[in-house]
């Protein structure tokens, strides 16, 4: 079985500044894993996701995340926060299946606040 | 594309009545989702759908029904409400990665 655990479940950062919004899993074996956000009243929207290859994975947005297998870890970053980037963001984790259906176990989320 | 809908987008219910939220895709995938998501827990799968025809328990089954209709719609039934199931669902579908609707707000009183 998989888990997703996030560190901090509220992160306040200045407009303009560093996104760092912390994400470690467990898997015994070989992890699909998602970032998604949230803005208020809305459903879950992919924002990026790592499968195989290059671990240095770009989203929309202008966010990124960086697959370390070493750590366990699956960090979401962005160099330069903006105003809508006010959301809640959830990882998640997922294996490959057989039968098509990959199944997601979610984090708990972070609630990002940018200040002006 | 419409991508996944939902219907409806609020409800609230006594306790004890019976109510049935609905799912709709439009992207051709075979597999579907039910989650709900409450403060501080993130999602929670209730019941998913590999294909039409199959359904399968989540994390969080009880008190919840499903029925895959055909390949584009998958429903979820609270056949009898309790003050617990005040959440707001989500559906997804997938073909690897999943999509999400803009999800049903229950209050139950």
């Known amino acids: 079985a998989q888990s997703v655990t996030q560190l901090g479940s509220h992160v306040s950062v200045s407009e303009g500044a560093l996104v760092l919004l912390r994400c470690n899993y467990s898997s015994s074996v070989p992890p699909y894993l998602f970032w998604y956000v949230q803005y208020p009243n809305q459903g879950l929207q992919l924002l990026l996701k790592y499968t195989t290859g290059a671990t240095l994975v770009k989203g929309i947005n202008g966010f990124e995340a960086e697959f370390k297998k070493s750590e366990t870890s699956f960090h979401l970053t962005k160099p330069s926060a903006h105003m809508s980037d006010a959301a809640e963001y959830f990882c998640?984790?997922?294996?490959?299946?057989?039968?098509?259906?990959?199944?997601?176990?979610f984090g708990t989320g972070t609630r990002l606040t940018i200040i002006p | 594309n419409a991508g996944v809908t939902q219907t409806p987008k609020f409800q609230v219910l006594k306790t004890g009545q019976s109510m049935t939220l609905q799912c709709a895709q439009d992207?051709?995938?075979?597999?579907m989702y039910w989650y709900r998501q409450d403060p501080g827990m993130g999602l929670r799968l209730i019941y998913y759908?590999?294909?039409?025809?199959?359904?399968d328990k989540g994390e969080v089954p009880n008190g919840y029904n499903v029925s895959r209709l055909n390949k584009r719609e998958f429903s979820l039934r609270l056949e009898s409400a309790a003050p617990s199931q005040t959440s707001v669902y989500f559906c997804?579908?997938?073909?690897?990665?999943?999509?999400f609707g803009p999800g049903t707000r229950l209050l139950v009183l």
């Open positions: 992207m051709n995938h075979n597999s």
């Open positions: 759908s590999a294909s039409e025809g199959t359904t």
């Open positions: 998640a984790v997922s294996v490959e299946s057989n039968f098509g259906n990959e199944k997601l176990t």
């Open positions: 997804a579908s997938s073909r690897r990665t999943q999509y």
